[in-house]
């Protein structure tokens, strides 16, 4: 019972209300326009009128234009035949080839029972020190990668991404701008990695209504993929143009604005998508490295800030390297343990010295005389940072461990790193 | 009884308008029809024939015209035996079990009894017939676990009875009426071995309320010597995310001085609950050897589970606490995060259109925090036992602010404060708490002097620090020196604990006791270095072989040799004690 409907009642911003009756919530509806048609979801029900926000946008939409109801919530279609492919936010084609319509799975699902979940177990090896050393990535995890406009984000995602062990990689680009879709796209094509690609992009330019629904398409292939088995990794950039767009979209229907103008629900819409993050006992996984840009470097700010509640740890990135502070794994727990017995000890211990050292660079900064514990800090400071913490250091964790303890020696006497007795006696470099 | 019927007019995010017939209560739960499926939801606002209900659920496929059932009940827990070791969302639907029956997803409309109607347990009578009871007198009792259950007239049985019936010694379910009991007018009201409470409304069953005095022991060295938290007293963890909190209140939950511990994951990280769900079990209660799970109930709701489900988890949590505190047992309620709870309700205010508050927090946040951390509390039953709920929350504060509108209501009702702080988790120091912010109204294991005495050192120390930052270390006395490296000592042997150390995690009381003793000594002790690098350099050695000896097996062999070495140590170096300090060394 597909009814046309052609009496628009109202058209504020991209939202449009018809009358209509029997019509469920979140059901899909198509408008058609003078530019085309375009796809619509209903957000809002009161009495016969209804409210949808029209995809394409409310942009030259007449209130002669046609509204035709689909009777169903929106969908994607899923089979291999993804890989390699190109779509935009409504499901359409982005690439020039074939729009696929088999096998249509909804999006935005219920979350996994947490009792049915199996503990994260194994560590994702990036082959970057300040990850695999410091804040061990883990398969299932949920991190994001903060960071201000013009750091490189982007490329530290599609570097994890190369490197990173898995099955399937989805690409989710919200509010891309042109060249980062091209970007990536050659990135991972060079890196032979676009065969194993899923990618859904909203770019800058589009409607913003695609944006809101990149995350879930990306999560509901993605989950296909990993109910089959497949360990799969989804990439989220900008998760802030994705929440400006909840905020923009949210204003414009008169919604009562919580913090800084964001929806009341922003926390909830964000853990939503970032709870998709599973690791399943008798099939695959997915781990979810999004990127969330903050506003000024406040990470205060709500977008940040509510990420930072609901993810597993977060890898600030400032100055083109990964931040020691304010960065952290909170599942690293899980394996390090496994990996080598200096791992857990040495990770503390280099960060405590390194903290020390960030002081001692104040103090210089002041104009105070250097005491020889500040000399032997400065050089640990620089040794570190050259050594561990440069993006372009790409070694197994092993090897870092022993770069680690390398550092040490160089810098400070045994009982000046205040790592225990029995490790140092094991790891300590032998010098003549 | 059939309840009142309705029919959806409007939906809007989880909140659906709904126009009914007949009466409707606030917070009434109700139920939308959607195909073969019921969605639980509660009325929070009524206005002339139209009631808004909050769904439990997500709300995608509802439709205008759609039917409404009311029950005629508000949101309410089931308890009786069978409650411990159960782990449950926030509606109190078992979630193992709802795995067994819907998948790995949480279905939408799938509700299951909270307690097992199959399992038999063995009942002792403890009351005779011709018995003149009042709601939660105790009937009898049932073994749960490690625990004495005691199956108690049903809190919400106001006035007096006599019992006309009751069960002799045996095996029943809960669904198995175990008394009669008959009222003044001589109604005989049969009662089984569980019944339903009002999440909402506090269970107050008890004679009186005393002042929390007793210490509950953590384990972790800064809480119970520096900031303490008594047995039925109230305490909270603000910090930003990243400080710690998760990781305190794991390790609180596992060595806690306690018998029950409840833990209501509100709105938290489904990867960091499910460490909880799975290694629960496998831990080993160190009090009575058995599973920790035994004694423990969980309620569980990730952050991606639907906002009003979140919302009501603390008072489901905290119904669970009183309830086992009406059998005279210490119940430790830790709620994590508060915040999120808060956050829940600010979404809720603001989908009801209220004008909002500081934050765009509703006006009525400080009172309903109040209202929650007021539920915790020691207090005497009728029959003379002492039961008590404990609640610590933590707080996740927008930035890591402490001004926040959460954190100051909270920081309002609470009895101690372990505020944890960027810099010390910044700087690896665990537990992160910030020990000249943190403070605590309740009496520890250690005398208030001696921490006191102790505590100077961190706090001038500190000035010291604060001081060489402007005049820079030359400038600095080396009197000051050795001030500040005392109370670096305390903060990296004393303070800071090694988590991952299976020996230096959790640490007894006794310990605290004797480490602390030595360590006082040490503050107290006058030292006379040449120059600062051979005090650092001293220092750093001290706190080498004090690490090793945190690391050590309680009076172990090694242990003991480590104590001489340091005690040795020290007294090589010192010149004797400070003269202030013999009063509180005596």
Redesign the interface.
């Known amino acids: 019972m597909n009814k046309v409907y052609s009496k628009i009642e109202s058209i504020t911003g991209s939202v449009i209300t018809v009358k209509a009756?029997?019509?469920?919530?979140?059901d899909l509806a198509e408008v058609d326009t003078v530019f085309g048609t375009s796809l619509a979801e209903v957000n809002?029900?009161?009495?016969?009128l209804v409210s949808l926000q029209v995809f394409a946008g409310g942009r030259g939409i007449s209130t002669g234009d046609t509204v035709r109801f689909l009777g169903r919530?929106m969908q994607v279609a899923f089979s291999e035949n993804l890989m390699g492919r190109v779509f935009s936010g409504s499901g359409t084609p982005r690439d020039n080839g074939p729009a696929l319509t088999d096998n249509p799975i909804p999006i935005?699902?219920?979350?996994?029972?947490?009792?049915?979940?199996?503990?994260?177990r194994n560590m994702i090896r990036t082959g970057i020190p300040m990850i695999d050393l410091f804040n061990t990535l883990v398969v299932?995890?949920?991190l994001p990668i903060f960071s201000v406009s013009g750091e490189p984000y982007n490329d530290l995602l599609a570097r994890i991404a190369m490197q990173a062990e898995v099955d399937v990689i989805i690409l989710g680009g919200m509010g891309l701008k042109y060249d980062d879709y091209l970007f990536f796209k050659d990135t991972l094509e060079e890196g032979g990695a676009l065969s194993r690609t899923v990618m859904f992009v909203h770019t800058a330019s589009d409607p913003t209504v695609e944006c809101l629904m990149i995350p879930d398409m990306s999560l509901a292939v993605a989950e296909q993929f990993a109910?089959q088995g497949k360990d799969v990794l989804v990439l989220l950039t900008d998760m802030t143009n994705f929440a400006d767009a909840m905020k923009e979209i949210s204003i414009i229907q008169e919604?009562?604005?919580?913090?800084r103008g964001y929806?009341?629900?922003l926390?909830?819409q964000l853990?939503?998508r970032?709870?998709?993050?599973?690791d399943?006992e008798s099939a695959g996984s997915i781990t979810i490295l999004g990127v969330t840009t903050m506003p000024g470097d406040d990470?205060?700010h709500?977008v940040p800030?509510n990420t930072?509640?609901?993810?597993?740890?977060?890898y600030y990135l400032k100055n083109g390297r990964i931040e020691?502070?304010?960065s952290?794994s909170?599942?690293k727990?899980?394996v390090n343990?496994k990996t080598r017995a200096d791992h857990?000890a040495l990770m503390?211990g280099m960060?405590?010295l390194y903290?020390?050292f960030r002081d001692t660079l104040?103090?210089k900064a002041?104009g105070?005389?250097m005491?020889?514990?500040?000399d032997k800090l400065l050089k640990y400071g620089d040794l570190f940072e050259k050594k561990m913490m440069d993006l372009t250091v790409n070694i197994p964790l092993e090897k870092a461990l022993d770069l680690g303890w390398e550092i040490l020696s160089d810098c400070f006497s045994p009982?000046?790193t205040?790592l225990?007795?029995e490790l140092i006696n094991q790891f300590w470099p032998k010098k003549d | 009884m059939i309840g009142t019927k309705g029919t959806v007019v409007a939906v809007n995010g989880n909140m659906v308008s709904v126009r009914f017939d007949g009466a409707v209560s606030m917070n009434e739960v109700g139920f939308v029809k959607l195909g073969d499926k019921k969605l639980k939801s509660e009325v929070i606002r009524i206005r002339g024939d139209i009631s808004q209900l909050q769904v439990f659920e997500v709300t995608k496929g509802i439709s205008v015209g759609d039917s409404v059932e009311y029950s005629g009940d508000m949101l309410a827990v089931e308890v009786g035996p069978g409650l411990l070791g159960q782990v449950y969302d926030g509606l109190q639907n078992p979630l193992p079990k709802l795995a067994a029956v819907a998948g790995n997803f949480l279905e939408r409309g799938v509700y299951l009894d909270p307690l097992s109607v199959d399992i038999s347990w063995a009942f002792t009578p403890v009351a005779k017939v011709g018995d003149t009871v009042e709601r939660a007198d105790t009937l009898g009792t049932v073994p749960e676990g490690a625990f004495t259950h005691r199956i108690m007239v049903p809190f919400n049985l106001y006035g007096t009875y006599t019992i006309a019936s009751i069960k002799g010694a045996g095996s029943y379910t809960i669904r198995d009426t175990i008394a009669e009991l008959k009222d003044e007018k001589g109604n005989t009201i049969p009662v089984t071995m569980s019944f339903r409470w009002p999440v909402k409304r506090p269970i107050d069953c008890f004679v009186e309320r005393y002042k929390p005095t007793e210490p509950m022991v953590t384990r972790v060295r800064l809480i119970d010597t520096f900031f303490p938290v008594a047995r039925g007293g109230t305490y909270c963890i603000p910090g930003p995310f990243g400080a710690g909190k998760t990781v305190l209140q794991q390790i609180t939950s596992r060595y806690a001085d306690i018998d029950i511990v409840i833990l209501a994951a509100c709105g938290e990280r489904a990867g960091e609950v499910v460490e909880t769900l799975k290694e629960f079990p496998e831990l080993t209660d160190p009090k009575t050897g058995k599973s920790l799970m035994e004694r423990t109930i969980i309620i569980c709701n990730t952050s991606s589970m639907p906002v009003a489900s979140r919302e009501a988890s603390v008072y489901t949590a905290v119904t669970l606490a009183e309830y086992y505190r009406q059998m005279g047992l210490n119940v430790l309620l830790l709620a994590d995060s508060t915040s999120r709870w808060a956050q829940a309700m600010r979404e809720m205010s603001g989908r009801l259109e209220e004008i909002p508050g500081e934050e765009a927090f509703p006006a009525y946040l400080e009172s309903t925090i109040a209202s929650f951390y007021e539920r915790a509390g020691t207090v005497r039953l009728r029959d003379g036992s002492i039961g008590s709920v404990t609640i610590g929350g933590t707080v996740s504060p927008a930035g890591g602010n402490f001004e926040e509108p959460v954190t100051q209501a909270t920081l309002k009702v609470v009895g101690a404060f372990h505020g944890l702080s960027r810099e010390r988790s910044d700087a690896r120091k665990f537990p992160a708490i910030h020990p000249l912010d943190s403070w605590s109204k309740y009496k520890g294991i250690i005398a208030a002097e001696k921490v006191g005495y102790a505590h100077g050192f961190m706090r001038r120390g500190s000035e010291v620090e604060q001081m060489m930052k402007v005049v820079g270390e030359e400038g600095t006395s080396i009197e000051d020196y050795v001030i500040y490296l005392k109370g670096d000592l305390i903060d990296s042997v004393y303070f800071q604990q090694n988590s991952f150390d299976a020996v230096d995690a959790a640490v007894s009381p006794d310990r605290q006791k004797h480490i602390f003793a030595i360590l006082l000594h040490i503050l107290a002790s006058q030292f006379t270095f040449p120059d600062k690098n051979e005090a650092r350099s001293w220092f750093n050695r001290l706190r080498q072989k004090f690490l090793d000896f945190n690391g050590s097996e309680w009076q172990s062999e090694r242990f003991v040799s480590l104590q001489k070495e340091i005690e040795s140590t020290v007294s090589a170096q010192s010149t004797g004690l400070d003269k202030a300090a013999e009063k509180v060394l005596a």
């Open positions: 009756e029997g019509i469920r919530y979140g809002r029900l009161a009495g016969d919530p935005g699902g219920p979350s996994v029972n947490p009792a049915n979940r199996i503990i994260p299932s995890q949920k109910l919604q009562v604005p919580s913090n929806p009341g629900d926390y909830s853990a939503s970032y709870e998709k993050a599973v399943f990470v205060t709500p800030d930072g509640y609901i993810t597993e740890g977060q020691p502070f304010g952290l909170r599942l727990q899980q343990g857990r503390d960060i405590k903290s020390a104040e103090k002041m105070f005389i005491t020889a514990w500040d009982e000046e205040g225990r007795t």
